[in-house]
């Protein structure tokens, strides 16, 4: 049992004056006003939720990936050498958990070897475990498209043979089969699902992923009630593809095949059509916007404030690159809603009604336990932010939610606490020494480039043949 004092409750009545809040067995017990003045003002609200996310522990900037767009990015990416599994995702966890998230999507988009698929996840479900959050975890399915959305053969035609040797052994490994990768997830949930880490079925995106696939998830997702957690219309390129596969509309494709519904959850729609958000809200599905990823990767700006408006489930994702690539989901959450909550005297959502949807449909998506509003009987998820250094001008009486979203970053994080448990103190994780890991992914990736020296050197010539092949037609339709 512990007792959090003085705190004021994001969105209550600050006449109302500061209260104590009681947890025990992981839920809050009870909610009283404080016995005594606090020395220290405090805001609690629901700890967030990073509703997509990628478990790397590294910004991609760091490994000369920046100023790309995805097509080119996500190839990239075979410059990073491949990392420790539980190192990497105890750094990326505990980063999310430093920033204020509760809850993480992880879709796991990388296998790092050299143990086996099943090992690996295990590696990952002990650091879910060691950090303290709540995970939910995807493991990545495709079986089509590994480097361009098309044939490969124009773009590799224009390599050297050493280059183009270099490139098929990067990424034209055999996939397993689709009912071989369905198997997979299913073997996962029962190996490794717990309360706190919960497994999905992680199909990648239309583009990388064919009819088969898509629908043995469908069908698995509708007999065992398994989440879908997939990318859908992230980009322009993204697009034009299912355009030109679908020319019956990719959301009816997928409401026909079963897999659009309740049970799926859709990252970026940055190109969603106003029909498709209705068929989206009409499903119950949940539309994740990474707004700071859409922007760095040159993606572009969701149409979730019309999302909003047609009745959507909306959540916030940081989706490894935040906007100062720190996984800051506070800033990411009022970021999204300067794009979205509307402009002018029209407001299409408030800024507290935002946090507790997004908080309440992330839970949703992520299988995290009730919708997260801070009450008795529920799950004490909550994250306490400093109030007084928010508003450390002290002018005149200013209402909290309004230096939380003029201001407010992981740098205000008094507690994180996560099931009752504390995981983060005065800004500090207290379930495990993050610098000391942070420091040792760095010399492990320092002491592992010089072996992607081959991959660098194809890279030069890939890089431009990529960008060739989307500037035309996709090379495909």
Known sequence: MKTLCGLTLLGGNSADGPVDLRIENGRIAAITPSAAQPQRRLLAMPALVNAHDHTRPLSTTSFGLGDRPLESWLPGQGKMPAMDP???ALVAFGHAARAGAGTVMAHYTRLHGPMSPMEEIGEVARAAKEVGIRVAFALFMRDRNPLVYGPSETVLAGLSPNARSIVEQQFFATMPSAEEQVQRVEEIAKAYETPMFQVQFGPNGMQWCSDELLTRIAE???RTGRRVHMHLLETRYQRQFVDAQYPEGVLPHLKRIGLLSERLTL?????ARPDELDLIAASGAVMVTNPSSNLHLQS????????IRRGARVAVGVDASALDEDDDVIREMRLAHFLH???GFERTISRFDWVLKTVKDGRFATDAPGDGVLEVGAAADLLVLDLDRLDADAITAVEPIDVLFGRGSQAHIVHLIVAGEDIVQDGQLVTLDLAASETRVRQLYR?????????FSAWRELEPRIRDFYSG???CC
Do not use: D, K, N, Q
Not at 267 to 271: D, K, L, R, S, T
Not at 300 to 307: D, F, L, Q, T, Y
């Open 341 to 343: 909550g509307g402009f």
């Open 267 to 271: 990252a970026h729609c940055v190109y």
């Open 86 to 88: 539980y190192l990497a």
């Open 220 to 222: 698995a997702s509708a």
């Open 447 to 455: 002491e592992r480039m010089p072996g992607r020296e081959p991959f």
């Open 473 to 475: 037609t996709l090379g």
């Open 300 to 307: 572009g700006i969701a149409p979730i404030g019309e999302a």
